[in-house]
């Protein structure tokens, strides 16, 4: 389709002026730019189709281009509602209301089991409030009520494919074997390849706990390792489980850790494994995060067993910053870190391949014993949401409903039950609302 390679210049043409303006952006936005703003850094190789492609729309847009280039060094570039690549983390602009926009964004969302459609209430209450320019395509999936059919799970996959964003409450999974071994969970995570799942765990400024102040930051590998739904019964009565380790994804899991340590300005990356046990398994894990690190001199690098690490992080978490690890110890490391700052109410998640990106909160727990009593906290979801709409670079709004949701929990007033108070959620979603801080639309 492509033939032989043609050089940039061959599709971005003008003056010279122009083409040095044009080709000092375009290098910019390709080398040093993150393709993802919430912490996937992918660098195209030039001689993929992706990047081939962004070299066409640069074509197309040439004068825009131009113009843009021109300004940079001139008069200040005034935010608009669109989906772009942001070129700096100027905070001024996160400050600015943005040019009304023609039109809306489309995200999928799957509010899932348990308490999840009440928390995609809250998140909808709180965007009308806020006049967030996003429009949700609902699907409602779920393994455990009569919602479970491949069409379903079919359009769900179409939409998430299309829009390139989601928001997801949690598809419970039922304990007992229905003849397939990978739940909807899984195949969706395989069919997107959601490879990485982000967790950053942080203190609430006004809600107490055994560690205050307390940032780190926990990334799993989630498309292999312990959940590759690779189990038989090889006799009767002896149930062989397969843990599947490649160095392809142990790598890019890796590199994903370092990339994100490097633009979000931390310090070390920790690999979390058993390698003293699993020493086929885990030791390629353990010796491709060794290997990726040697690529990122100014970025400490440890390794800690992953039973250790459970107990550093309830006696000291603060000697870490970034962690990473294969995918059943992050599902655990999550649900424990989560509850060094509050429980699974506080803390926001998200997943990323290359194309698509799906936010959720970070431990995943349906709350089923909750549903219709009006007491899920929903901050969890709400920060979740609040880094979706950073990611499409709704930086006001997003920041709008974040200092909302943070400014409830530190006024101390109305709080759920698992942070100590008596406040339902709908108390909760009121208190955010009446706190949106808004200012007036250009």
């Known amino acids: 389709m492509w033939g032989r390679q043609r050089p940039l210049h061959a599709f971005v043409r003008g003056t010279e002026e122009e083409d040095t303006s044009v080709l000092a952006l375009v290098n910019a936005l390709f080398v040093g730019v993150a393709i993802l703003e919430n912490g996937y850094t992918l660098l195209y190789d030039c001689h993929t189709a992706s990047t081939r492609f962004y070299f066409m729309m640069a074509a197309a847009l040439r004068r825009n281009l131009v113009s843009l280039a021109k300004g940079l060094t001139g008069v200040a570039i005034k935010p608009l509602c669109v989906r772009s690549l942001s070129l700096s983390t100027n905070q001024n602009a996160s400050d600015t209301p943005p040019a009304r926009a023609d039109s809306t964004f489309k995200v999928t969302m799957v509010p899932g089991d348990g308490v999840g459609p009440e928390l995609m209430m809250a998140v909808k209450e709180v965007f009308k409030g806020a006049d967030v320019p996003v429009e949700f395509e609902e699907f409602h999936l779920s ?3 009569n919602m479970a059919s491949e069409e379903k799970l ?12 989601a928001i997801k409450g949690k598809i419970h999974t039922p304990m007992e074997y229905k003849g397939e071994l990978a739940s909807y969970e ?9 490879f990485a799942n982000v967790v950053h765990v942080n203190s609430l400024p006004g809600y107490s706990t055994r560690h205050n102040n307390l940032d780190l930051v926990i990334i799993r590998e989630q498309t292999e390792g312990e959940y590759s739904s690779l189990e038989h019964e090889s006799v009767t009565g002896v149930v062989e489980c397969l843990k599947i380790i490649t160095r392809e994804k142990s790598r890019r899991i890796a590199k ?3 990339d994100y340590a490097t633009k979000k300005g931390r310090s070390k990356v920790t690999a979390v494994h058993k390698a003293n046990i699993m020493k086929l398994g885990d030791g ?8 990726v690190a040697e690529l990122y001199p100014k970025i ?23 962690l990473v690890m294969p995918n059943l110890y992050g599902n655990i490391i999550d649900n424990l870190a989560a509850g060094l700052v509050g429980g ?3 803390v926001p998640g998200e997943s990323y391949s290359a194309e698509y990106a799906v936010f959720e909160t970070g431990a995943r727990h349906p709350f089923a014993q909750a549903v219709g009593r009006n007491i899920a906290n929903p901050s969890a979801m709400l920060l979740s949401a609040a880094n979706m709409l950073r990611h499409l670079n709704l930086e006001y709004h997003s920041n709008m409903v974040s200092e909302a949701v943070k400014k409830v929990i530190k006024q101390g007033k109305v709080r759920t039950r698992d942070l100590g108070g008596y406040s339902t959620t709908g108390d909760f979603v009121r208190a955010v609302v009446a706190n949106l801080r808004h200012r007036p639309v250009c």
């Open 284 to 291: 390629l894990f353990l010796q491709s995060c060794a290997e």
């Open 154 to 165: 079919d359009q769900v996959l179409t939409s998430m494919k299309n829009n390139k964003v």
């Open 186 to 194: 899984m195949r969706l995570r395989r069919k997107l390849d959601l």
């Open 344 to 346: 699974a109410g506080v």
């Open 300 to 322: 400490k690098y440890e390794n800690i067993i992953i039973d250790n690490c459970c107990m550093q992080l309830v006696q000291n978490p603060y000697q870490f910053d970034v």
């Open 143 to 145: 393994e455990v009520q």
């Open 256 to 258: 994903f850790a370092f």
